[in-house]
C-alpha cells in the first residue's frame, strides 16, 4: 500500500491552493490580451507608436513604483503578525492600500488627460486595448484595496496570507503589462 | 523581513531601470535591444515578486516553472516586438 501521506508538489506550494488558481487564471487572460495587443500591433505599427507617444510613460513609472511599495507594505504584514505585532501589521495593510488608492488617483488623471484630448477607446485599436488592459486591471485594484481593508479589519494570519497574494496578483500584472502598453516603442 | 526590503529594492530598481530606457532617445539601430532589455527587466520583477512576495522562494520547483514559463512568454512578446519594428 502506497504511504498516502508524502507530500507531492502542489504540498510545496505557499499558501492557499485556490488562490494560485485564481492566479494562474489571471495571467493566463492578462498574458491572451497583451499576446493579442502585441500581435494586432503588427497591422499598424507605426500607428500603434504614434497612438503610445500620448501616453505618459513617466506617470506610469511613479505607479509602478506606487504599487511595488504598496506590495512590500502587504508582505511584510504577515511577519509582522508573526511576531505578534497585530497593530503594525493592520498599519502596513491600511498603507498598503492607500497606496493603491493613490495608483487610482494617478491612474485616473491618465485617464483624464486622454479624455480632455478627445481619445477614447474607439480612436485607435492602440486605444481600445489600452483601455481594456488597464481599466481591466485598475478593476482589480479596487477590488484589491478592499480586500487589504477587509483583511486588515479582520487581521488573522490566514486572512493575512490569502488578502497579500491578491495584492501581489495584481502587482505581478502589472509588472507585465506597464512595459507591453507603455515602454515596448 | 530583510529579503523583502531588498525585493523591494529590487523592484524599484528595476522599475526606474526600464522606464529610464523607455524615456531615454535610443538611437534607431539600438532599439531592438533596448525592447529586449525591457521585457528582460519586466521577467526580472515578475520573478522577485513570485519569489519573495509570494513566497516561491521557499519552493524551488514552482518558482523554476513559473519562471520558465514567464520567459517563454516574454520571448513571444519579445519575437512579435522584433517583427512590428522590422516591417
Known amino acids: 500500500m502506497s504511504d498516502m501521506t508524502e507530500p507531492g508538489a502542489l504540498d510545496e506550494l505557499p499558501g492557499d491552493l485556490m488562490m494560485w488558481v485564481l492566479i494562474v487564471s489571471e495571467l493566463l487572460v492578462f498574458g491572451a490580451g497583451l499576446a493579442a495587443f502585441m500581435a494586432v500591433r503588427l497591422t499598424d505599427p507605426a500607428g500603434f507608436a504614434a497612438a503610445q507617444d500620448a501616453l505618459h510613460r513617466t506617470g506610469a513609472g511613479i505607479n509602478t513604483v506606487v504599487l511595488v511599495t504598496s506590495g512590500f507594505l502587504a508582505a511584510i504584514a504577515g511577519p509582522l503578525l508573526a511576531g505578534g505585532q497585530l497593530l503594525r501589521a493592520r498599519a502596513a495593510l491600511v498603507a498598503a492600500a492607500a497606496l493603491g488608492v493613490l495608483f487610482l488617483v494617478i491612474k485616473g488623471a491618465e485617464y483624464a488627460d486622454k479624455a480632455e484630448r478627445g481619445i477614447a477607446w474607439d480612436t485607435h485599436p492602440f486605444y481600445t486595448f489600452y483601455y481594456l488592459l488597464t481599466g481591466f486591471h485598475a478593476a482589480h485594484v479596487v477590488a484589491g484595496v478592499l480586500i487589504l481593508l477587509l483583511v486588515a479589519w479582520k487581521a488573522n494570519a490566514r486572512n493575512i496570507e490569502v488578502g497579500s497574494a491578491f495584492w501581489h496578483m495584481v502587482d505581478l500584472i502589472w509588472v507585465l503589462l506597464f512595459p507591453v502598453i507603455y515602454l515596448l516603442r | ?87
Open chain 2, 1 to 87: 523581513m530583510s529579503d523583502l526590503i531588498r525585493a523591494w529594492a529590487t523592484l524599484i530598481a528595476l522599475s526606474l531601470g526600464s522606464t529610464a530606457l523607455a524615456v531615454s532617445a535610443i538611437p534607431p539601430a539600438w532599439q531592438p535591444a533596448a525592447g529586449a532589455a525591457i521585457l528582460i527587466l519586466a521577467w526580472a520583477k515578475a520573478r522577485v515578486i513570485l519569489a519573495r512576495y509570494l513566497g516561491l522562494a521557499a519552493a524551488p520547483f514552482w518558482a523554476r516553472g513559473f519562471g520558465i514559463a514567464l520567459g517563454v512568454f516574454c520571448v513571444v512578446l519579445l519575437v512579435l516586438y522584433l517583427i512590428a519594428i522590422t516591417l
